[in-house]
């Protein structure tokens, strides 16, 4: 058994490890990405057609829902935008008390599926919603924001915009303080100061944000359904394939489009970024950098952070009002308020709460586990074709849950599984593999970033002194990784738990049923849109308490480690 | 605690909670349903306490995506049960062989309800609750905007009520499709679409799901909403500010439950049909939260004062429901809605804005102006599809095949784009019309 490197560069585990996760990557994203592809290409008795592009195109409905799409993702993207980055710029680069809470409170809208979010909306800023019987009772007139096309930017933007947020924060304390300093000596302040310097240097950031955000609200399917928009293309592509069936090759041609959008949203922001040295000799904002505002500045500052996250929370107080609310109809608030929805989510549904965590829980379990070891690969080994893994891995992101969904649909079309003779379609288990494909990118994108962070020298210690291979592994490379495993998996556990677009049509029966695809399904009912509200709070609830205990868990093994450093 | 250790855990407790998925595994009895887990929950509870070890497995799809699914399912992997409102979606699975004759229904239920047999008389499948269409409202919406209560599906072409109405798409909602085709049967071809397009044109949504239209008119969105009963009376037993009317032009029509063909447990889904059309089963359809109407006429002694009774006399349905015609033009009716109202309604909506507008400026003087508003109307309020045309059997039948090749998928975009595109330019020829008339009041 070799112990270093080998002349391959690679022992036989290693090869092994890396087949199997090409296996599994072939099967459920290659494969049926491919098969969807294949179909709206293909003829009725195989052969190379443009015909069903030519009947999308021929649709106006098609095209109408094409620049619909586009259009709601570019200004969701905008939208989200002006709520991201005065939270951010703020935030960072000036004292601002409570700046660490107002980041925290910002991430909040992703832990809630969007389309709980626009329920609530409705209730809030809907044709009859609170503010508008307010303004109603006021001015005689409303504000439209929740019609149509309106109504889903303004849901997507304020669910989304925590993309841009995480990554502009990130970037923006990265900044070298000594350029906003020089341009402040030679004269620069306010806007000019923001526009000039710090906005474009911080650029990166920001593109790697609001692409995100694009190629998401590109993908989202519970919010536009939720409010009743049809014309854009993940609802047409849902409608065709369930309504007329698996066959509709328009179905397939959307697919295509929705993934070529994502491919170019992806494409473009690496563009952007290509050629330009956006590196900066200081890291780290250092408290010096931190700019004071003047009293009215900071009042005036306040104030818009205040609305802002008064906004971005309104989705989380609308629900958690409708949860405790006994009848709310056509009012600014409900009339009364009661516990009775809690209790019948809990006598009905425990077993969407456990579906949930399993199914989320084994999907990001896959993830860091495949994210570790193809980290490992990478970094680690010098395996031939290694980085076309890691391409593969990442090339799900630009795969839309729809897609997904419809290409399992028609590759495991009647294929049963052993033993059981279930439907591989109609199982949990396919549910749990899309959640793992989908989210592998962001697991195996903090397992790199750990690895990276740690020295090769840790291991070739342990070699050296008589560890094998795996035994090194396990017990050092591992454990030292675990910070960046455990933000994997809880990206991978949160992001799984919320989603709708796959879950809503790989989603067989009511008891195998997740969290999400509960919360849609109560709210089909007159007596269930409570109960579906007091789903959505236990989901935020479950979310953001792992997310927390995983913080503790940090914190923790932090305060362990230099413990036994000191000991020793 | 070493992560390792952590890791091997989780999947230890993973690997458990597979294990214990997989041995629960005993009888299954598999249904697709369009109904709400309101309904499903009870039936599901009730039925497994009286069969132990037996384990309902309820598959919510709405009525089309549910023919679609039991079409689709492999040949010896059917679902067992196949539950839902629409009449004609039983028709359709019949006819492509998907359901099985099964000949235990109850003989207390009566052959008829009005002229329209409650039972599928070849014995594919069984009414298992009535249901009517009609109309809900907000009451404190209607009050808030000083709106008459409707009566009549005829009440909603009238200019008060433009915005304020709501209805779903009947490719989307089977219990929609059988109310257009209500309208349709009841009016006529040319008259029921003239009065559909009045009032979708009046409509502030076409809503996606068919429970859309109840969740709008319960939480305020909506004033009105063009409904199946059950979602009226459940809301308002749950307490929503609504109430419910039957139009005289409705129908009481079955919902129904069928044994699919080649069921994996056609034993277990016999049994499951029979207890439904039980007593018992009945029974459980009173609950305040469910609120439909049984097939079993003794179960009305059992229900709440006021409980509208269609074999007392209550309901008063004028259209003997054909199914026959309805099945035959399915998908013909769902595609016209779709191409000329559901996605144009942006501007059916804005024409029909501009013709109230114009006419009650006009208050019938001008008879220039008249005979601009009429042909406004004329534009506006005419059906893509002529009566004539849907007697055309080659025509149906394009869109009744569901098998769809190349060139016959690019026959069909083609027809529907060229309604989508029709329908649009008349309603924006319309639009100017009626501005045209409205500026010479002046």
Redesign the interface.
Known sequence: MATGPGQAGYTRAQLAAALLIAAFLAAFLIVPVGMVVYVAFAEAGGGFTLSHFESFFQISLMQESFWNSLYVAGMSVAFATLIAVPLAYFTVRFRLRGALIIQTLGVLPLIMPPFVGAVAMQLIFGRSGSVNLILQDAFGAGLPVMDGLNGVIFVEALHYFPFVLMNLVVALSNLDSAMEESAQNLGASGFRLFRRIVFPLAMPGYVAGASLVFVKVFDDLGTPLVLNVTNMLAPQAYLRITSIGIDDPIGYVISVLMIAFSLFALWASALALRGRDYATLQRGGSSLARRRLEPRQAAAAYAWIVCVLLLVLSPHIGILLLSFAKVWSFSVLPDAFTVQHYLTVLEDSPRMIWNTVLYCGLAAFFDVVFGTAIAYLILRTRLPLRHTLDFLASAALAIPGVVLAIGYLRTFRGLEMPFTGELLTSSWILLVIAYAVRRLPYALRSCMAALQQLHVSLEEAAENLGATRQRAIGRIVVPLMAGGILAGFVTSFMTAAVELSATIMLTASQSAAPMSYGIYLYMQSAAGRGAGAALGVLAVLIVALGTYLSHRFLRGRAADLDRQTQDE | M???SL?RR??G??LL?ALG??SA?GQAL?IVTSF??????VYKQAFEKRNPGV?V??????T??GV?YV????AN?KPDIFWASAPDAFEVLAKDGLLARYDGGNPAVPAKIGSYPINDPRGYYYGQALAGYGLMW?T??LK?HKLPEPREWADLVKPVYHGHASISSP??SGTTHLTVETILQGEGWEKGWSQMLQIAGNC??????S??V??GV?????GIGLVIDF?GL??KA?????EFHYPSVTAIVPANIGLIANAKSAELGKKFIAFTLSDEGQQLLLDP?ISRLPVLPATYARAPAGYPNPYGGTIKAKVNFDSELSEQRYFLVSAIFD?AI??RH?ELAAASKAIHDASAKLAGRNPKAQALLKEARELAFTPVVGADKVKDKAFLALFRD?????AK??QI??L??YW??VA?KNYERAQELATQAAAMAR
């Open positions: 070493r992560l390792s890791a989780l999947a407790a993973a909670g998925c997989a595994f598999s709400p887990k309101d309904l499903t929950a384990r497995e309820i598959q919510n799809k709405g089309s995506a679609a079409r689709e399912a492999p992997n907000n404190r919406y808030a490719s989307r502030a949504a076409i809503t996606e799901r429970f859309g109840p969740e319960n939480n305020g969105q909506y979602f459940s809301a749950s307490g929503f500010p609504v939260k191409h559901t996605f942006k569901t098998k769809r090749d190349a998928t690019r975009t083609g529907e784009q989508n595109s649009r």
